[in-house]
T-cell receptor, first 116, second 114 residues
Framework: AQKVTQAQTEISVVEKEDVTLDCVYETRDTTYYLFWYKQPPSGELVFLIRRNSFDEQNEISGRYSWNFQKSTSSFNFTITASQVVDSAVYFCALSEAPTGRRALTFGSGTRLQVQP | AAGVIQSPRHLIKEKRETATLKCYPIPRHDTVYWYQQGPGQDPQFLISFYEKMQSDKGSIPDRFSAQQFSDYHSELNMSSLELGDSALYFC?????????????FGPGTRLTVL
């Protein structure tokens, strides 16, 4: 069965600090997809990134970067120079496409609070 | 760009009543997913549809049913509502059922059962 673990329940940082959100996953499939979603206080779920299991290349998008390591089954998310607007709950998620469960299995989320 | 539309955004019902939630996917997206997010919880998958057929089923109670119509919009019907059904209900759409495509979420419907 697939499982996503986000061990950090809540993180509080001061603006301009860097912060890393951890995500560890379990799956029996060799082909799978990993995602990060952001849920701000307004409640919507905002897609941030998708990574497939064959692509371990790290990715950077502005202040956001992602580190995917199959050897440790981790897909960590780093925010550089955090801002108050980054305050949200961040979910890591997994889908076992194309042969397994395509629906997303979410981790329990990490609440990030960025203090001014 | 067009996003997923959900209606209503807020809904208040009494116990044992019924509720219908609607979802309009992004144009040209043929797969719809429904998720339930309880307070302080992560979203839990309920059910999905591809080309108007049920494609996958999660932890959806028997009191709930759903369908996808010819215009690809979907409705989640909930009967005999219980206090525990109070949650944020998300609909997501993607351009294919292969799971290789990103699911884009609507703003959610907040259901409160009194």
């Amino acid at each position: 069965a697939q499982k996503v673990t986000q061990a950090q329940t809540e993180i509080s940082v001061v603006e301009k600090e860097d912060v890393t959100l951890d995500c560890v996953y379990e799956t029996r499939d060799t082909t799978y997809y990993l995602f990060w979603y952001k849920q701000p206080p307004s409640g919507e779920l905002v897609f941030l990134i998708r990574r497939n299991s064959f692509d371990e290349q790290n990715e950077i998008s502005g202040r956001y970067s992602w580190n995917f390591q199959k050897s440790t089954s981790s897909f960590n998310f780093t925010i550089t120079a955090s801002q108050v607007v980054d305050s949200a709950v961040y979910f890591c998620a997994l889908s076992e496409a194309p042969t397994g469960r395509r629906a997303l299995t979410f981790g329990s989320g990490t609440r990030l609070q960025v203090q001014p | 760009a067009a996003g997923v539309i959900q209606s209503p955004r807020h809904l208040i019902k009494e116990k044992r009543e019924t509720a219908t939630l609607k979802c309009y996917p992004i144009p040209r997206h043929d797969t719809v997913y429904w998720y339930q997010q309880g307070p302080g919880q992560d979203p839990q998958f309920l059910i999905s549809f591809y080309e108007k057929m049920q494609s996958d089923k999660g932890s959806i109670p028997d009191r709930f049913s759903a369908q996808q119509f010819s215009d690809y919009h979907s409705e989640l019907n909930m009967s005999s509502l219980e206090l525990g059904d109070s949650a944020l209900y998300f609909c997501a759409s993607s351009p294919g059922t292969g799971g290789t495509d990103t699911q884009y979420f609507g703003p959610g419907t907040r259901l409160t059962v009194l």
